[in-house]
DNA sequence: CGCATTCACTTAACATGTTAAGTATCTCGC
DNA sequence: GCGAGATACTTAACATGTTAAGTGAATGCG
């Protein structure tokens, strides 16, 4: 833990150190991801005790704020890729939490809604969620953590349209 | 695509808007997954010319700073858990990326280090991975990125020893 | 020593991420 | 109105995330 080994008089290397790279461990990748799952950690045992995942709730929020969506959009909102998005509809409808009909004009799309027995589910868990988020806000500090989004933002609006030419999640 | 489809004179609402929450989209969790997304697709595609991915450079670039490390520490410095970096040496044991050999003291310990082919790899991705991360260095700016390190830093110190009392994955 | 406990890691089971292929429907040109 | 292409989703296949249980080896205590 506290050695370093990088030692350039150690003979002993076997084969490491000889690929210069960034130090790992500060990269952005890593630094979100880190906290990212610093944060979720704090959401994720309230939200298993009502059996729902990460994702499952992140679908629920995103069907509470509307009537119905098409599969598609919920996967832009949710930010679900499609296959994913698509057993998790077919589990949560099979718990009775969403509901879903063809649409009349065209029988390809799917419009998902939240059922009576989502919302119930919702209100349960919305307080606990709220807290957590509140707690968090506290103990980072509310204008840092408006700040800190500020800049995610950014990042995110930094590499738009870097990465491949037909970024489908793209918003339109 | 550019048809919202979000007809007002739907008079049909089934039950949404009831539960009171944060727009879910501005959430904390959301805006580091979307900024984490926007970083790794850049790197995504490299990676798999050379058949791998994220999570298996991930855990080459921890052991290139190294001689050996136990798997649990590993699974520290790579940010993944035990079950998955089982799974994915497993992977790179047989491809010869890595190489295991138990430790003489503790029959329990498995001592992993990387292979003279894993550092070939490496030498072979890290240029261009070196210079997605300066694209986006230069995209963002340098400044305001060590910004956003410093400030996900204290975000996860913010956020220590807040959810389960034996957090396994701190920092000794 | 004997044995319960702890430890390091693996396996298992289920859920999601990711890419590719499949299916049904729609659109459009002719 | 028909057939090629586009669209909206689903299924499939493989890799990882996540939790729980299993296995073998070390530790500690009587």
Same mark, same amino acid.
């Given at each position: &833990?506290? *050695?370093? %080994?990088?030692?350039?008089?150690?003979t002993t290397v076997p084969a490491a150190r000889q690929v210069p790279m960034r130090d790992f461990s500060r990269s952005l990748p890593m630094s979100l991801l880190r906290a990212r799952e610093?944060? &979720?950690r704090q959401f #994720?045992?309230?939200? #298993?005790?009502? !059996?729902?995942?990460?994702?499952?709730?992140? +679908? =629920?929020?995103?069907?509470?704020? +509307?009537?119905?969506?098409e599969v598609t959009e919920l996967a832009r909102t949710a930010f679900l890729l499609g296959p994913s998005l698509s057993r998790i509809l077919r589990d949560l409808e099979a718990r009775d939490l969403i509901e879903r009909r063809t649409a009349k004009a065209d029988q390809r799309r799917s419009m998902v809604s939240i059922s009576k027995e989502g919302l *119930?589910? &919702?209100?349960?868990?919305?307080?606990t969620s709220?807290? +957590?988020y509140a707690e968090i806000? #506290?103990?980072? !500090?509310? %204008?840092? =953590?408006?700040?800190?989004?500020e800049m995610l933002g950014e990042l995110e609006q930094s590499l738009? !349209?870097? !990465?491949?030419?037909?970024?489908?999640?793209?918003?339109g």
């Amino acid at each position: &833990m506290t *050695k370093k %080994s990088a030692d350039p008089a150690d003979t002993t290397v076997p084969a490491a150190r000889q690929v210069p790279m960034r130090d790992f461990s500060r990269s952005l990748p890593m630094s979100l991801l880190r906290a990212r799952e610093a944060v &979720m950690r704090q959401f #994720r045992p309230s939200l #298993r005790e009502h !059996g729902l995942t990460e994702q499952q709730w992140r +679908i =629920l929020r995103a069907l509470a704020s +509307i009537e119905a969506v098409e599969v598609t959009e919920l996967a832009r909102t949710a930010f679900l890729l499609g296959p994913s998005l698509s057993r998790i509809l077919r589990d949560l409808e099979a718990r009775d939490l969403i509901e879903r009909r063809t649409a009349k004009a065209d029988q390809r799309r799917s419009m998902v809604s939240i059922s009576k027995e989502g919302l *119930k589910l &919702m209100a349960a868990v919305a307080p606990t969620s709220e807290a +957590i988020y509140a707690e968090i806000t #506290r103990r980072f !500090g509310a %204008s840092k =953590l408006a700040e800190l989004q500020e800049m995610l933002g950014e990042l995110e609006q930094s590499l738009a !349209g870097l !990465g491949s030419a037909d970024d489908t999640l793209a918003d339109g």
